[in-house]
């Protein structure tokens, strides 16, 4: 399995987009891959109150592992790269 994670920092300084890139085997793993997300996420929150990510439209298990992490469904859409359709998800740092 390959599962690499950051947070780029956007123009406003509480806010970074997260991103997450993993091979194809990554599904067999659910269990590592949940540890080393609540990971990558509190390692990011110790810099960023507010993370966004996008996710594909019709991928749908990408949608419920967003959700499964804490982040919210914006209801915000956009058309990103090649004319594709994005969700932007949400997720802000406990007070």
């Not at 609540?38 to 419920?64: C, Q, W």
């Amino acid at each position: 399995m390959l599962a690499i994670w950051g947070a780029t920092p956007s123009t406003h300084p509480e806010l970074a987009y997260a991103w997450f890139i993993a091979s194809d085997d990554v599904a067999r793993h659910v269990h590592a891959l949940h540890r080393f997300f609540k990971d990558g996420i509190a390692e990011m929150h110790s810099r960023f109150p507010i993370l966004h990510a996008v996710a594909y439209s019709r991928n749908t298990l990408h949608h419920e592992w967003m959700l499964r992490m804490g982040f919210r469904d914006t209801g915000l859409n956009e058309r990103l790269g090649l004319g594709f359709d994005f969700i932007l998800f949400e997720r802000v740092r406990d007070a």
